[in-house]
């Protein structure tokens, strides 16, 4: 017969070890988790800002006779890229990548742009392909390699008008420029509001909708590693103040910059401007989805923003 258990001195038997203990084992399962999951987050921060650089083959610029060419910007890089004029060319456009992305991933418009009489700059941002940097900044540092860009193509050909074509983090580099840049006309595609919609929407497309509530655990990163805040990171924010044409293009099945997204960030730009969703593109290369309506939209927007 097992022993019955002591009686306490009002009158009530003392409480068993066991649930004390389980509590004990509870707490401590629950604490190693959360310690797993920071270390998890924490190591996730760090590879989406280490640096995504490599070499180009002499051949990889598709045959194109660009001039290679280096220029300073203030974001501390010396930045590399690819030059090739129009004898005569009135107008300029600098083609800006995405992230962990090179210049290769705009040369497929370089054909149709220089065919349409544009001299074309495309280079690629600090921290990217052959230009150095420490940390990838999501369009932070990045807008100052965009506004040395700019500067460059100024003192090639300063009687040029210039245009902006900006790809994800291109585009969000191009409006989070500070002072606004120079130019003439913004061409932006596939660009994030904010860095916080922009972490959350990745999130929930890899974790499900239980991924919005990593989003703080990631974006609260910023600080420590980078030295700036999600405030710094608001192209929905810089477009209200840019004034110049601009043309903001968005795949209409984006599940990491949503159709709705685009939508609130051209309905706070500034005019003039328009607006293309593209039915049935994601998060991707638009000109490659559609390639003759994307060049033709193109082509007009910028006869009518630089004539």
């Known amino acids: 017969m097992s022993t019955p258990a002591k009686p306490h001195p009002g009158g009530f038997p003392a409480a ?11 707490l401590l399962g629950l604490l190693g988790v959360v310690v797993l999951a920071v270390l998890l987050d924490l190591a996730v921060g760090g590879m989406l800002v280490a640096p995504h650089q490599v070499r180009l083959a002499p051949a990889a610029g598709g045959g194109y006779p660009f001039e290679s060419v280096e220029f300073p910007s203030a974001s501390g890089a010396r930045v590399r890229g690819w ?18 992305a090179n210049r290769l991933t705009v040369l497929n418009r370089v054909s149709f742009l220089h065919a ?25 540092l990045e807008s100052r390699d965009a506004a040395a860009a700019v500067a460059f193509v100024h003192q090639k050909d300063p009687a040029a008008k210039t245009a902006v074509l900006g790809v994800s983090m291109g585009g969000a580099a191009a409006l989070l420029a500070s002072p606004p840049l120079p130019v003439n006309a913004l ?3 596939s660009v994030y509001p904010t860095i916080t919609q922009a972490i959350e929407d990745r999130l929930i497309v890899r974790l499900g909708p239980w991924g919005r509530f990593g989003a703080p655990l990631l974006s609260w990163q910023l600080k420590p590693r980078l ?26 099945a984006d599940r990491l910059t949503t159709a709705e997204e685009s939508q609130a960030l051209f309905d706070a730009a500034a005019g003039p401007k ?34």
């Open 274 to 307: 328009q607006l293309w969703i593209v039915p049935g593109a994601g998060h991707q290369d638009l000109h490659a989805f559609a390639p003759a309506e994307y060049e033709r939209r193109v082509r007009a927007f910028l006869a009518e923003s630089l004539r």
């Open 83 to 100: 030059w090739w004029a129009v004898p005569n060319a009135r107008s300029a456009i600098i083609l800006m990548h995405g992230v962990r």
């Open 187 to 189: 061409i932006v595609e």
């Open 116 to 140: 349409a009489g544009y001299s074309v700059l495309l280079f690629d941002f600090q921290a990217h392909g052959e230009t150095v940097g420490r940390h990838i900044t999501y369009g932070y």
């Open 16 to 26: 068993s070890p066991f649930p004390r203990r389980r509590r004990r084992q509870w």
């Open 227 to 252: 030295g700036i805040g999600v405030e710094d990171l608001c192209p929905i924010r810089s477009a209200a103040k840019i004034t110049v044409p601009k043309f903001f293009l968005a795949g209409g």
